[in-house]
């Protein structure tokens, strides 16, 4: 069995992520998409949506109307339930019949589906399609926010089930059609057994991770530990040794047959992309403890509201609480891992990675200046953080 170290295994998926080596800016936003395998996406929008985080932290400077044509097009990709609420490679597809039947044997997901209203929603998408759900009677039967009303319940199921489809978005409104009229037609028609599913996603998960545990390849699509087991002999995927690692690991063939060569990204990370999203696997490969601190009372926060990790040199050497002020992008708190400022060197290194990732972000969403509230710890240069863009040379 090949033994790798456990430098070996952050590289493998830093490279199959896109975020190490020129393969992860090819193909734009789609090859993006198709790298990953599937782009959570989330409501809160600080510098932006972490769906356009994700491209730009790969990409850089990559404009919104690019990530929407990407993602909401019906011919290169789909919405759908992955890791969490995804956009997936339409190719991808055919795959997911194993979750979507799912949901039909057992009747319900979140809420018991009146199969009246389904018939009517699917009468009104046939004849007046794509609506949203306002122009299906509105999302909300009165009350607190998860008290859908039944047209709202109605399409939801319709989309767990492959009968609908989101195709693009109003703002942040789902806009649904009819599967058939969105999915293309070779891809609709496949219908593969549970086995050729789970195997493809297994698979799926390999390769976009590189190397990883049972539990790294299930969490990726949230697929069962036993789906897994079951698979992974037909998946391709090749048993390692991880040093440091105490569960066994599998590898992608390819990524073991290729060297990882290239520049390391330099940018601050969404805390739902997929390099991060699964937060024990980002403990044991990078030695990173991140928490999203959201839906943490204010009081209680550590680090800040949407805290972005910082990657540089492959490594994960920070965090920025990131807000805007005009045309100034704010960092009301930053801080760097200890292990990164351990010398005076290293601290003078990150500080400067910190600064270009500040800097970059903030050209990105048009600010010409970089303004940092608070620092940990405190003996960070200021001065190589604060200023404006056009003086930061």
């Known amino acids: 069995m090949l033994e790798l170290s456990a430098d070996d295994a952050r590289r493998l998926q830093l490279r199959a992520q896109g975020l190490l080596g020129a393969d992860g800016r090819r193909g734009g936003v789609p090859g993006v998409l198709s790298r990953l395998g599937a782009v959570q996406l989330d409501t809160i929008s600080v510098l932006a949506r972490s769906h356009e985080l994700i491209p730009y932290a790969r990409l850089g400077a990559v404009g919104r109307a690019k990530v929407e044509k990407a993602y909401w097009n019906g011919a290169t990709a789909f919405e759908y339930w992955a890791h969490a609420a995804c956009i997936l490679p339409v190719a991808d597809w055919p795959y997911f019949a194993f979750r979507r ?21 699917r009468a009104r998408l046939k004849s007046d399609g794509p609506l949203t759900t306002r122009d299906l009677g509105g999302a909300k039967a009165g009350g607190d926010w998860w008290e859908w009303s039944d047209h709202k319940i109605a399409i939801e199921w319709l ?12 703002g942040w409104r789902r806009v649904y ?37 049972r539990a790294d390849l299930a969490d990726y699509y949230r697929l069962k530990a036993r789906h897994v087991d079951g698979a992974i002999e037909a998946s391709g995927l090749v048993p390692v040794r991880v040093q440091g690692w105490r569960q066994p690991a599998w590898a992608d063939p390819d990524a073991l047959a290729a060297p990882v060569r290239g520049r390391h990204a330099t940018t601050l990370l969404s805390p739902f992309d997929s390099l991060v999203w699964d937060r024990p696997r980002t403990s044991r490969v990078f030695g990173f403890d991140h928490q999203l601190e959201a839906y943490v009372p204010k009081a209680k926060r550590v680090h800040g509201y949407f805290v972005m990790p910082v990657l540089a040199g492959g490594r994960l050497i920070g965090r920025v609480d990131p807000a805007r ?3 100034t992008l704010v960092a009301r708190q930053v801080s760097l891992e200890p292990r990164a400022i351990a010398t005076a060197t290293r601290r003078e290194a990150a500080t400067r990675s910190l600064a270009e990732a500040l800097r970059r972000a903030a050209e990105w969403v048009g600010c010409d200046a970089v303004r940092v509230e608070r620092i940990d710890p405190p003996e960070i240069s200021r001065d190589l953080l604060d200023g404006s863009i056009d003086s930061a040379g």
């Not at 492959?162 to 109003?170: I, K, M, N, T």
């Open 101 to 121: 039947r799912s949901y039909v044997e057992r009747g319900w997901r979140w809420h018991k589906v009146p199969a009246a209203v389904c018939d009517e929603v």
């Open 159 to 170: 989309l767990d089930t492959g009968e609908a489809v989101c195709v693009r978005r109003d």
């Open 177 to 213: 059609d009819l599967a058939e009229r969105a999915i293309p037609a070779d891809l609709l028609d496949r219908d593969p057994a549970d086995d050729e599913c789970l195997a493809y996603l297994v698979r799926r998960s390999g390769r976009s991770l590189g190397v990883g545990t």
């Open 325 to 327: 002020e005009g045309r």
